[in-house]
């Protein structure tokens, strides 16, 4: 299996983050190419799709962000374990050319978010000959 450059992917929030919130900035991600589309699959359990925002930037950068919060928490509580992660987290892709990104469709079910952006053919350069004088 080939690997893609992971370009932006880890182009995240700052350094300097608390240990809660680095578990959701590290947020998975695949991002598959088919001959249609460009498909990412994000895993974001416990999340409902108005805390998840997916933005295309500076015309070719693909943005996912969200924040899970964290639970509210009792007096009386005694925590034995905290692993699940929470706070707040960004993934950025840059697009390739070939991205339509005036067509981007995203759908949230049983906590995975699926983008798919359709392909379109680029044109290639056209090439011309230039005679040469002498």
């Known amino acids: 299996m080939a690997l893609i450059p992971k370009l932006f992917g880890d182009m995240l929030a700052p350094s300097g983050l608390s240990d809660e919130a680095k578990g959701m900035v590290n947020a998975r991600v695949d991002w ?3 001959p249609e589309a460009h498909a990412f699959k994000v895993d974001l359990p416990g999340l409902k799709k108005e805390e998840v925002k997916v933005e ?9 962000s969200g924040e899970r919060a964290a639970e509210k928490e ?6 034995h374990r905290v692993e699940r992660s929470r706070g707040r987290f960004i993934r950025k892709f840059l697009l390739p050319e070939n991205a339509k990104v005036e067509e981007v469709k995203a759908n949230m079910e049983y906590g995975v978010l699926t983008v798919t952006i359709p392909k ?7 090439v011309r000959a230039i005679e040469i004088s002498g």
């Open 56 to 64: 295309v930037e500076d015309g070719r950068v693909l943005a996912i």
């Open 120 to 126: 379109q053919e680029v044109k290639k350069p056209e």
């Open 32 to 34: 598959k190419e088919t």
């Open 74 to 79: 009792d007096k009386n509580d005694k925590w």
